[in-house]
């Protein structure tokens, strides 16, 4: 462990980079559109500016910053976001409630810790303090990576519930180019997952390194299409209980769900509200903004089955011979199927900077897993309960926080991520 | 009716006044002060803005100006608040998830309909359409009034929220005088209640002016004070049932309430959240922020009740020889006992400009009443299934606003209003 | 106050008839039927014949009965409805959860409470104490009668739920003679309300007796039948917000009521649930089942109103010249409206005996109302903050229970007891 | 498969034991303990005896009785669980509304139900029909065994939630053994897992057979004692944070759990309910009646963790040399620890008869999984979107029903199945 943290000024300048990329993801936002939640799940943008930069302060800074003075000790109980080991924090579905600190504040925020972090960086440090701090330095940008995906989940969330057609981007709709639909085989073993977390950064979640069997089974190149999900829309999909779960059923009954999140149906057509304001649906796209449940029953009618994480994690290895280039700093913000991708049959498509991808495993720690000692040990250990785990990544996902083995979680119910669908099935 | 609408000049004067006034409470908010909306009965501050001028573009505008082009179409469905005839309106609870229209916008739509306001009346009107408008300006302005009040009211809670001490203003606060309580008789009989509705403006629901018999009574020249009010916390008001309604104590038992809205101990000390920030308790200032079941809870400890609408009526116009002159144009938001107040023993004090008093009445239609026709109906009379009745006026009630036979209407669990305890007895 | 309580065993024979009524009314019961509560506001029958025994135990044996030693000590805390000064009781809602006591044990419990009460009777008493205790037992034999007719509105409920056609009665269904509707005239001016409570019993709600103004109207001789209420649906009654109060629509939305209580459509026929089991709507039949909302709101469509509690005592005194005979022990438990009622054009038919009529006056104590010391001021007084009255009677009020000064009192949106409308309008 | 289908008359001696054994269980109750439903989650008495019925009714007699009219159509609404294609059913947190059909009606409704399953299997049946109807019928005697556990389960939830002490069992609470607690190895590898379906039954879910590979690991011989679960209560576990799933610490705030289900503090002394009535907690006895959430907290307290339910079917099948004969049948209706478990330290303790055991596994298909055809694919397969399996079986499961592959599955949150904990730790 430990090469990569040997230049200080290559990680101030990650650093900078990724702080200002956060900024530069709401600078068309007007003040008003930092201070709304318009659901529970989603966070004011103003707040995810705000958390970021409190978790900097409070694992690196108020640790290792000689006399280092918050900007302001009332913040912690704002911007704390679960981790109960640093105390009393704000409820999450009431971060709406809060007009201050106002967006002027939280940007002085951003300076005042900034200019700490150089202060630190560019000061003295003996070898075990470099590296405890780039070590958290590196978790700190990891983690605003992953806001930087949040901001554009919650910023979609927030301008589709105002019944004003608000658009985040004001470019043309990117569309998409049609794509066939082929099954890849994948060998059946005895293979290794996950990662050692030493060499290069991974999550806790991902480690330790070890083996799982699985069964040979084939698995699509593509992900599933617009078109072909409203196949199953118009299949009566929705009303036939046989494709649910039980709790996917009565979920869909009693929230009257017909198709997926941000649809809607005008004269006949259907329609989609995207970062680029209203949209006729795209066919060739691939669907997106099921929740897992949604995912499961198009499987369960399509006669085919969700991967489990292992699958996929051996089948990105051993199939993904070249990746998708749609990440997040492309600023193409739909799961846009580009030509690029269909020049070689034996691949999967859309791997990375498509969607996320729903897998049959629910979120548990790896076999010989130990949590982070202290609050950091809440970052991922806590939900290690049995959430749904995607795989992959999107196009709202920074292209350095790609990884095969990353694993994200979300319940099963869920569907404001940029989420979507990859069939399997098995060899007969 | 109709001679107060003879001099056009002077409405169109009245009705920017208003305007501006609006705009002047205001002033103070930053942007995201605004947008909030912390609890489903508060409305955001630009929700009001922009409410307001859709009621005198809706009822006024789009019906006598000639060639009127609304503002924005889609602004209809944001700023009805609960007119059923007048097409869907978005949810009241949910007002806070809307970024846009942004402030900027809402106040240029004030503009807009000022300027369109002003091109009507400026232009010429026959009489009969003059009559018409000049009554549904003042119903307008009226209206505009009371959502001055409740902005106050919204602007509070939504400071009060947050965990940081947010003050609205930034003078010092007004302290109180100390006053002595007696009780005042009042001479039963048949009176009069209610108004005519033709001489001067009243709302619907004051009349028809109508007969009640009352029994001779005695009612308090004074509120009751957060002095008096504590002496019912430490005696164990809130955890003894036999103060309570059956409701009521269902309530603050599931609502774990134990002191008045917006109280709070620290140290043994009691304090209040202020429009002026955090406050120690003035013991001589009148309680506020109760509920009607608070007010009926402590009436009961005191061994006195809480007066009808109509003895309050009556006894309004017999003894108020004078009244209190803490209007909202004062800006001394608080509940706040000045001297003058004690000049003359034979009168109520606070009657108007100090708190709303707490009716033992339900919200009922008065004999005769006859609802007006259209949306307009819906102003008051589909509230007339009885809620409680509050009468007064208040610190932040508009000077011209004031009226003793107005009623004001909550229910009995609401205390985010500025509402008091004015208690009164039977003769025995 | 008291004549009426010089004779011992007149009492202790009202006793015993209201004892053995109330289990003549469970008669035909299967166990079963007495354990379930298929909604929080109904109970259980066993918790009827339970609490009833309960009110005689606590409010007289334990207090005057030497030596009297308690059924089971365990049985206070289920059979306490709501009296907080006598302790803690078990929810309102859960009393469906407890399958003991059994039926067998609660039947010994009325034998031992009787044995007791007997022995008290037949003991020495002193005056006051005979006083004292015979007033109690008076209480306490109409508050069982209240239980009677609660306990018919439970039973149908519990069958009703129930997907079979279970019927109470096995009899057929009494039909209903038309009858044409006739407005009759009240004076105006100032009257006499409620009761001295001194001469008869009657509950603490109806005293004092007191003055109050009414202005002349009219009132309609009849009920509103089925076949009028069917016009209001037929004519998109439930779909039109401009007949309902706010939170009124708001229910019926949320609640999709599209008619009354028990009634449902079949191949387009209207039918309702009865204690007979489901019969065809009787349109001759007045309306029943119906909510204050639902009656206001039918009293609008019609473009009339329905009377205060002042008005219809004043006119029940006026007009009613004869009173039907529909009471509880008749066993004719439907609103029938018989031949006889029709014999003069000047009375209100069905005053008492069909069905409780919604007033428009929320339920406040009257003037100078004193509630009684102890647990018995909990009887009604602590309710008094604004539920709807309804006045007269019903097809389930016991004979003796009648009175034209009595008060019942339910919340706005109920409708599972005997309650209908009559309509009155204002002199034009 | 199918060599256990060619002899019928044994097969219809375990129908006729497996349906008397049912009634056995229930033969001291009273009827109103039939009928209650004092939590969603549970269901009366008389329901299972339906359902279990109704089971054989609509997959057997249904399909293969030649003029066989069922018993009452109507029960078929009530007495479907959760099969969707079979039509709808009653809502299953409503079955405690239903007082009919009577205990007496559904005892009919078996008898007549038993007397058709004998003429069916005693009449003449080719090959086929033979085969398809015995297949059948081992499902649904498994399913009554299901119910038989499920009826003691609810049995003591009902009589725990009332306030009586009441007792299924007059016999002696029986008394646990202490027992030594040591950590046994596993050996590493690939493993076979689940059944092949055809020799002897087993559920769906228990099928493929397929490999996993595990890592070596360590278990512990005997199930957590109540002893070492007040230990974690007194080290303040349930006020503590780190122990705890982040959905875990909301469900325990918000439900104020302090205990294990049935567990309350008197004067300083633990007790619980249990179905001999309220006893002093045991500390030799395996702690019971927690959740997956508690479960997990302890394992996380002792620095210890739950095994997969991979690791505990390798284990029980590598490690038992003998199992306990606590089941069902004994009629020892707690998780007693008696002498016989000790006699060899190298096995597990308690394995089968004891207390289901909490895995750290949600419960999924198995790779290759294929739900049956038609309505009994509703069995298993549309709950496996990750519920947490139990593992083992306990002292309500039928001798019978004990197998090392069985899979329960429960929510995290549930607690009143008789579940335990069983630790594992990882090799170092």
């Keep these: 462990m430990g090469q990569r943290f040997d230049n200080i000024s290559t990680w101030l300048n990650t650093y900078e980079c990724t702080r200002s990329t956060t900024e530069w993801i709401c600078e068309g936002l007007e003040i008003e559109d930092y201070v709304v939640q318009s659901h529970p799940d989603v966070s004011p943008a103003k707040w995810h500016l705000g958390h970021t930069t409190w978790f900097f302060e409070q694992f690196i800074l108020v640790k290792f910053l000689k006399n280092y003075k918050c900007f302001n000790e009332q913040l912690h109980l704002i911007f704390n976001s679960y981790y109960k080991s640093m105390g009393n924090h704000w409820i999450q579905g009431d971060r709406g409630q809060l007009s201050r600190p106002t967006v002027s504040e939280i940007k002085h925020y951003r300076q005042y810790v900034n200019a700490s972090i150089n202060e630190l960086l560019t000061g003295y440090l003996d070898e075990k303090a470099r590296m405890e701090i780039l070590s958290l330095l590196e978790l700190g940008i990891n983690h605003e990576q992953q806001h930087q995906e949040l901001l554009l989940m919650d910023i979609k969330y927030n301008f589709a519930v105002n019944p004003f057609n608000v658009s985040y981007l004001t470019e043309n709709y990117p569309s998409s180019y049609p794509c066939s639909a082929s099954y890849l085989s994948v060998k059946g073993g005895l293979y290794q997952i996950g990662q050692s977390g030493i060499d290069r950064f991974c999550y806790d979640n991902e480690t330790p390194r070890h083996k799982v069997h699985i069964d040979s089974f084939q698995i699509r190149n593509s ?22 779960y039980s709790d996917a059923w009565a979920l869909i009954q009693s929230q009257c769900w017909q198709a997926p999140l941000y649809w809607f149906e005008k004269e006949g057509h259907w329609f989609y509200k995207t970062l680029y304001g209203e949209q006729a649906v795209d066919l060739n796209e691939p669907v997106s903004h099921i929740s897992f449940y949604e995912a499961a029953a198009f499987a369960k009618w399509a006669k085919k089955r969700l991967p489990t994480e292992f699958e996929w994690e051996v089948a990105s290895q051993e199939l993904a011979l070249s990746v998708s280039n749609n990440f997040m700093e492309k600023r193409k913000f739909a799961p846009v199927l580009s030509q690029i991708d269909f020049t070689n049959d034996n691949h999967l498509i859309s791997l990375h900077g498509g969607l996320w991808e729903w897998m049959q495993s629910s979120y548990h720690a790896y076999p010989g897993y130990v949590a982070p000692e202290g609050a950091l040990g809440e970052y991922n250990s806590k939900f290690m309960n049995g959430p749904m785990v995607l795989r992959g990544g999107c196009y709202a996902t920074p292209e350095q926080h790609y990884r095969s083995t990353y694993r994200n979680f979300f319940n099963a119910d869920k569907r404001w991520m940029f989420s979507g669908i990859r069939l399997c099935k098995d060899n007969t």
Tied chains: 1, 2, 3, 4.
């Design 223 to 244: 992900l599933v299409t617009n078109g072909e999900y409203l196949e199953f829309i118009k299949d009566n999909g929705y009303n036939c209980p046989d494709y649910w």
